[in-house]
Structure formats: structure tokens, C-alpha cells
């Protein structure tokens, strides 16, 4: 079994029960795949514009919400407080914004839509479901 | 400073004005307790203290996506190194262009400096990695001289396949307070120290795993005497190597600082005529993050005031004062558990030999202060995300 396929059985088994947490993006970019990489850095907000020129604006649900802590875990490989360390730097040092925290799945699912240039996730089976937006 | 007030009120009432995601408030408040052993570091008389406070609200405002206005206010108490105050932590004007792959930006304003992976955070307990930071590289007695810079910083950011490089060229003055003098001097009657001019140049790149960032910088400060000493300044130029390996749940960082002082006057005759020595200072630390929001860390920081006399024996002969003021190696073991989003707990016991970093610098008394010595430092955090 590969490394990284046994860091993510443990990730799993240490976190509670996985379940299948999606990238959200406005139409305007509907298009582009990140790689993990890139999606770290726009995550926490340091990666600021799209390959086409428009501002990223990130939305996530509440830090310490399961769905968040799956995202992080399954799509960014990272620990929730340790990408927020990295926000946490910029908002600290006045140099940068975190992402705006929204209150639930369906606030995000309204200004993913409406936001060009937007990003956010959905962490449960809402995220297969069609509407206004589009997987990546 | 009525400018200063009139950006500020203008940012700080932002709620009544702005709309959707053009605005952001931050908060946090830290209260931390120190119990020390065999000195008067932070603690001065007593052998504790719960005078370490700091609290912080930051605003930020973008208009236009390509211009930001950014403004904090801080109430910080550190012991016996900083007294209670009230103070603008930064307040500047921001303008960014976009580039094919990353940004070019200009700030102007109050900034906070950008030395090493810290310095910019370095109050906030969320951001640093423990209740007090290396010594080595980011010393509280000096805190004062080079963290607040009244100037511009011309930055900009280039994306590369994996990761991002950062950089900023900061000048102009920093912003000292009384402090700085009684960290120096100690109590009483011992003149003034002004800042002057502030200088540095900062590079981090950022990958996956790697974080590695060069900063040089160069602070000028004056002095107006008192006392026994003579007027006069102090040049210090620095270099400061920082680097960071994470792989998944550990994270291993190292910094180094490598310094010039120049030092004209001050305790030193004015027949001497300028006097130019090298400090350095470093530290290793290896981080396990753990299940349940846990880290533990275990850290060796070491420094030397003069590299041409890492035990201290030509300063012992010259000031009468044992050698252990010459330098200080400190080994840290802490942690800290994220309670929930808000909410931080940390503790962190330091075992450290010498005293080279433990104000005040010029008027040592070796009756208050031992060659082992310790400390243990316990902090609650909370901060807010409007």
C-alpha cells in the first residue's frame, strides 16, 4: 500500500467517519482544476487571483465544524488548525484576509453561486447533488 | 497621530458602512503567568507574575480589489519588559497590481517588520509557536527597536508550480517606546534611546513541505544620555536564515541570526571611537502535531553576545560580572491544545544556563540573577472572527 494511502486510512481512522467533501467553485471558473498544492495556498488565502485574472474569494464553514475538518483533511491533507495558522499569519501581520466563514451548506451553496470567482466545499452528499454550482 | 486616529475611526466603523465581504474584524486576547527560578527575567522582585496581557483588534477594509486599508490596536503588558500600554500595532494603505503569476504591492503607514518566520506575529499566541518566543533570534528587550517600522514596504508575490515566494523591502523609522531604554538600562535615570532608521529586505518562499526565508535588516538607534554613560548610537546589522520542514504530523524549524553591532559611545569612552563585535544567535525546534487539536514541541535555543568570546571569560574580565552574561542556551519543552476554534490553551517550561538575553542589559547584578536558571510559563487565549 502506498505511504500516502496509509497516512489517509490513519487520517480516517483517527477523525471519525470520512465522508466525501467537494470543492464548490462560481461558474466563472468552472473550467480550472487545482492541484492540492494550489488548493492549500488558495485555502489559505495566499493564492489571491485565478489563472484568469479574477479575484479568488474563499468561503468555508465554521473552523471547527465536521464538515470543515473533513475538507481539510480529505481534499488539503492538512490539519484544520494548521492551514488556519497559515491565514492566521496574514490576518495577524495585517497583510492578508482569511476566508469568510459562513454559518451552513446552504449559505455557501448561495454565494459560491452568486460570487464571481468564488470557491468553497460542501462536505456531505449535497455536494453530488446538482444546482448552482459546478465540481472540480 | 490625528491622521492616525481619523484612518482609524474610519476603519474601525466599518459595520455601519460596508457591505458583504469588502470588510473583516479580528480579535484575540492573551493571558499568560510566569513563575520564574534564580532571576528577575519578566518576573522583577517577585518570583511570578500574572502581568503578561495582550489583546489585539485588527480591521481590514478593501474598497477596490486592488486597495486595502489595514489597521490593529494592541493593550500589551509583558512583565517587567514591556509596561501596560495602549498602542496603533499598524495602520497602513495598501495598493496591489496583478501580475501573469503573482502580485506587486506598496504599503504605507505604521507596518509590523517581517524578520524571521515570527516577528510580524509575534504577539499573537494562535500564530507564535510558544508563550515566549526564541530569545535568540526575537529578544523582548530589543522587541521595541525594530518591530514597529512608520515608513513604506514595497512587497510582492511571484506563484510558482508548488509554492509561492514572498518578498518585501521595508525602510524607514521605527517606533520605540520607554521600554526599549529600561531593557537597556534598567530603572532610573539613565537617558533616552530613539530609534532611527530602520532598513531590511525579507524573501520566504513557501512549498508543500518546505518554508524557507532570508531576511536582512538593519535598525539605527540613538542615544541621549544619562547617567554614567555617553551620548552616542548603535548601529545593528542582522542576517537571519529560517527554515521549516513539515511532514505530515511533524514539523522540524531552525533560524539563524547572524549580527553586527556597531557601537559608538553609550558604555563605551568616546576616545574608543566606534567599536564593532558579532553576535549570533540560533535554535532547533521539532514540533509533533497530535489528535485533539495537541502539539508538543522541544526546543534549543543558543546565543552569544560576542563571538569572539562564546564563554564569556574576556567580558568577565572586563566587567567584573561573571561570564554566564555572555551568552544563553535555553532548552523548552511546551505544548498547547486548541480547546475548540476560540479558545488555546499553552504551557512551556524553560531550563536555561547564562543570561545573556535577561534585562537590564547594562546594569547587570549577578545577586538577583543565577547561571541555571528557570522558568515556566503558562497562557489562555481567545480570539474572535467577526
New interface residues.
Given amino acids: 500500500m502506498p505511504l500516502k494511502a496509509i497516512?489517509t486510512l490513519l487520517f480516517c481512522l483517527?477523525?471519525g467517519p470520512c465522508l466525501a467533501a467537494e470543492t464548490i467553485t462560481h461558474e466563472s471558473v468552472a473550467g480550472y482544476s487545482p492541484?492540492q498544492?494550489e488548493l492549500?495556498?488558495i485555502f489559505s488565502r495566499?493564492?489571491?487571483?485565478w489563472p484568469n485574472?479574477d479575484?479568488i474569494?474563499v468561503f468555508i464553514l465554521?473552523?471547527?465544524s465536521e464538515e470543515h475538518r473533513q475538507f481539510c483533511i480529505q481534499q488539503l491533507s492538512l490539519?484544520p488548525?494548521?492551514l488556519?495558522?497559515r491565514w492566521?499569519?496574514l490576518?495577524?501581520?495585517?497583510?492578508g484576509?482569511?476566508p469568510?466563514?459562513v454559518p451552513n451548506e446552504q449559505v455557501m451553496k448561495q454565494l459560491v453561486a452568486s460570487?464571481p470567482g468564488a470557491i468553497g466545499y460542501l462536505g456531505s452528499a449535497d455536494a453530488s447533488q446538482g444546482g448552482d454550482h459546478e465540481d472540480l | 497621530m490625528r491622521t492616525y486616529s481619523f484612518i482609524f475611526l474610519l476603519l474601525f466603523s466599518g459595520p455601519l458602512w460596508a457591505t458583504g465581504?469588502d470588510w473583516?474584524f479580528?480579535g484575540?486576547l492573551n493571558q499568560a503567568y510566569a513563575n520564574v527560578d534564580g532571576s528577575e527575567f519578566i518576573v522583577g522582585d517577585d518570583s511570578s507574575s500574572f502581568d503578561l496581557t495582550e489583546v489585539?483588534a485588527?480591521a481590514?477594509w478593501?474598497p477596490l480589489?486592488a486597495v486595502r486599508l489595514?489597521?490593529?490596536l494592541t493593550y500589551r503588558q509583558w512583565g517587567t519588559l514591556a509596561e501596560s500600554d495602549v498602542r496603533i500595532?499598524?495602520l497602513?494603505a495598501e495598493s496591489r497590481w496583478?501580475l501573469s503569476e503573482g502580485?506587486l504591492g506598496l504599503r504605507a503607514g505604521r507596518?509590523?517588520n517581517?524578520v524571521g518566520f515570527y516577528s510580524?506575529?509575534r504577539?499573537?499566541s494562535?500564530?507564535r509557536p510558544g508563550i515566549m518566543l526564541p530569545q535568540s533570534i526575537y529578544s523582548d528587550y530589543f522587541r521595541d527597536a525594530q518591530l514597529h517600522v512608520d515608513g513604506g514596504d514595497f512587497?510582492g508575490?511571484i506563484?510558482l508550480s508548488?509554492?509561492?515566494l514572498d518578498w518585501h523591502v521595508m525602510a524607514g523609522r521605527s517606533a520605540s517606546s520607554e521600554d526599549l531604554t529600561r531593557n537597556i538600562f534598567g530603572e532610573g535615570d539613565f537617558g533616552e534611546l530613539d530609534s532611527n532608521s530602520f532598513f531590511s529586505v525579507d524573501l520566504e518562499y513557501?512549498?508543500?513541505e518546505w518554508r524557507i526565508g532570508t531576511t536582512y535588516y538593519s535598525a539605527g538607534v540613538e542615544y541621549h544620555p544619562g547617567g554614567v554613560f555617553f551620548a552616542g548610537e548603535l548601529d545593528l546589522h542582522a542576517w537571519v536564515f529560517s527554515a521549516e520542514y513539515s511532514w505530515?504530523?511533524f514539523e522540524l524549524t531552525g533560524e539563524l541570526l547572524l549580527g553586527d553591532r556597531h557601537t559608538q559611545g553609550v558604555y563605551i569612552p568616546p576616545a574608543a571611537g566606534k567599536i564593532k563585535d558579532h553576535n549570533r544567535g540560533y535554535y532547533l525546534e521539532g514540533r509533533a502535531?497530535l489528535?485533539e487539536?495537541v502539539e508538543l514541541f522541544l526546543r534549543y535555543d543558543d546565543y552569544v553576545d560576542n563571538t569572539d568570546d562564546d564563554a564569556g571569560s574576556r567580558y568577565a574580565a572586563q566587567s567584573g560580572n561573571p561570564a554566564y552574561f555572555a551568552y544563553s542556551k535555553d532548552w523548552t519543552f511546551g505544548g498547547r491544545w486548541?480547546l475548540?476554534?476560540d479558545w488555546l490553551l499553552a504551557a512551556e517550561y524553560h531550563w536555561i544556563e547564562g543570561a545573556a538575553w535577561v534585562s537590564p542589559l547594562l546594569t547587570r547584578d549577578p545577586n538577583q540573577q543565577a547561571k541555571n536558571w528557570s522558568m515556566l510559563m503558562l497562557q489562555l487565549s481567545y480570539r474572535i472572527?467577526w
Fill in positions: 497516512w483517527l477523525w492541484s498544492a492549500r495556498l495566499q493564492k489571491l487571483f485574472g479575484p474569494t465554521e473552523p471547527d490539519l488548525y494548521v488556519q495558522r492566521d499569519r490576518v495577524y501581520s495585517g497583510t484576509d482569511r469568510t466563514i460570487t | 465581504q473583516q479580528n484575540y489585539m485588527t481590514s478593501q480589489s489595514a489597521g490593529a500595532d499598524y497602513f496583478q502580485h507596518m509590523k517581517e510580524s506575529t504577539d499573537m494562535f500564530t512587497f508575490r506563484n508548488e509554492g509561492i513557501q512549498a508543500d505530515r504530523w502535531l489528535p487539536n486548541l475548540n476554534k472572527q
